[in-house]
């Protein structure tokens, strides 16, 4: 199934340089920022830990269950970030972890600060579209798959954190604006997966829904541009630096997600499906899907219909 970009992994402590076995840590504090590298070595469940400041945490190898916001526990895997306010405490089973199979995890510590600086500049620099519409972190967005942009922020900051270069603090600033950028461009993509998804006089938002609602047609980019009121250059570039991804990939997003309804729900054949969602040919649709889901319609169909 679809998974999200990993992370690169980092060399696991030496067993003389560890103090526990559960959440061993190793930290590298900077300016506005600290990582932290977690790995734990032996099973264990419900362990506490909790941060002052935001936390981007990603997973770099094994797995953990995550219990958060008092919430049902979710599995976390390598490819995958969560998020946690300040003074949020996140409970953490480890029901695989073995001295052969560590599981690591970083937990990026940003200063509230600096988050505050950095929203704030990119409202006043480059303004949302629509009334009333702000840059800012969302809370309700905080576990997500890691895209190309994400996973390569993440890389570098790990890289710069843990690194000796002078100017270090300096990168690291430059850095973090990357990442709270594709943070939120995430979590404004995340949100269009919602069926309540709307926001009064945001053209974008209103082009968002007549793409799902009308999934099924060929949809061209200036018919979406015109519905925005805005000309083709402009719409796009609003619609990638709100989303991350163009109209077209949104467009191809859309209908991959509308295949996966149809070949779980109903018995249609994956050439009607195809043609369905309007397209024209049916290696071009086997191709974009095992792309986006990692395997083909036919396997897909047969994974859901096992599991059911």
Not at 46 to 63: A, C, E, I, Q
Not at 96 to 113: F, G, K, S, V
Not at 215 to 234: G, H, P, T
Not at 254 to 266: G, R, V
Request: aromatic fraction near 10%; charged fraction near 25%; charge should be neutral.
């Amino acid at each position: 199934m679809a998974a999200g970009f990993r992370l690169d992994q980092v060399a696991v402590s030496g067993e003389k340089s560890l103090k526990t076995l559960v959440e061993n840590r190793r930290a590298f504090t900077l300016e506005n920022c600290e990582l932290n590298l977690f790995e734990t070595l032996q099973p264990s469940a419900l362990v506490p830990l909790t941060f002052p400041d935001f936390v981007v945490t990603s997973m770099l190898r094994g797995k953990k269950v995550m219990h958060l916001f008092d919430q049902p526990g979710f599995d976390y895997l390598p490819g995958e970030t969560v998020l946690v306010p300040a003074n949020v405490t996140m409970k953490i089973d480890f029901p695989e972890a073995q001295r052969d199979n560590p599981t690591q995890c970083i937990a990026l510590a940003i200063d509230q600060m600096k988050i505050q600086q950095i929203v704030d500049r990119l409202s006043e620099t480059y303004p949302r579209e629509g009334r009333q519409q702000f840059w800012s972190l969302q809370h309700s967005q905080y576990h997500f798959l890691n895209n190309i942009e994400l996973a390569q922020t993440l890389n570098k900051l790990i890289k710069i954190c843990s690194g000796s270069a002078l100017g270090k603090d300096i990168l690291a600033d430059l850095t973090l604006q990357e990442l709270i950028v594709h943070i939120i461009q995430t979590q404004h993509l995340a949100a269009t997966d919602d069926a309540s998804y709307f926001h009064e006089d945001n053209p974008l938002a209103f082009v968002v829904n007549y793409i799902k609602a009308n999934i099924n047609e060929k949809i061209q980019v200036e018919d979406l541009s015109e519905k925005a009121c805005m000309s083709r250059a402009s719409f796009y570039r609003a619609f990638k630096r709100e989303f991350s991804i163009s109209p077209l990939d949104f467009i191809l997003r859309e209908k991959i997600k509308k295949a996966k309804q149809l070949l779980s729900h109903t018995k249609d054949s994956i050439s009607d499906i195809c043609y369905q969602l309007g397209f024209s040919d049916l290696n071009y649709f086997g191709r974009q899907f095992r792309k986006s889901e990692g395997i083909s319609p036919s396997q897909y169909r047969n994974v859901t219909n096992r599991d059911e």
